[in-house]
């Protein structure tokens, strides 16, 4: 887990999304608890607030779920959920938007495959 955040969206979406990273890549299990306010304080160096609506959105939507006086934990289902909002949002921000312009450029779907297929095997992190 890196501690370096982007400028192009707020941080405490990301400190989310690094959540639901580690969820989604079974860093974070079901059921398991998950690092507290003050961890992700300490790792970030980030404001307590920051870090708290970051984990308060994954706790509101049913992804994280708090006992009290102990922590905050994985919840069941957490990461079949969370596959299923990134396939959704994947469809929606890239896959339409790839269509779209594709359709502008009269590029063919043959094509777009090709495209796609010329990528595998490519690394781009």
Request: no cysteine.
């Given at each position: 887990?890196?501690?370096?955040?982007?400028?192009?969206k707020?941080i405490?979406?990301?400190?989310?999304?690094k959540?639901?990273?580690?969820?989604?890549?079974?860093?974070?299990k079901?059921?398991?608890?998950a690092?507290?306010?003050?961890?992700?304080?300490?790792?970030?160096?980030?404001?307590?607030?920051?870090?708290?609506?970051?984990?308060?959105?994954?706790?509101?939507?049913?992804?994280?779920?708090?006992?009290?006086?102990?922590?905050?934990?994985?919840?069941?289902?957490a990461?079949?959920?969370l596959?299923?909002?990134?396939?959704?949002?994947?469809?929606?921000?890239?896959?339409?938007?790839?269509?779209?312009?594709?359709?502008?450029?009269?590029?063919t779907?043959?094509?777009?495959?090709?495209?796609?297929?010329?990528?595998?095997?490519?690394?781009?992190s």
């Amino acid at each position: 887990m890196t501690n370096k955040f982007k400028s192009d969206k707020p941080i405490y979406l990301q400190v989310r999304e690094k959540i639901e990273d580690q969820i989604i890549n079974y860093e974070l299990k079901e059921g398991e608890k998950a690092p507290s306010t003050s961890q992700l304080v300490n790792f970030y160096k980030i404001n307590h607030l920051t870090v708290a609506k970051g984990v308060n959105h994954l706790v509101d939507e049913g992804i994280l779920y708090r006992k009290r006086g102990i922590g905050t934990f994985v919840a069941e289902g957490a990461r079949d959920i969370l596959l299923q909002q990134r396939k959704e949002n994947f469809f929606e921000d890239h896959v339409m938007n790839l269509v779209h312009e594709a359709k502008k450029l009269g590029i063919t779907e043959n094509e777009i495959i090709t495209y796609i297929q010329s990528t595998e095997g490519r690394d781009e992190s």
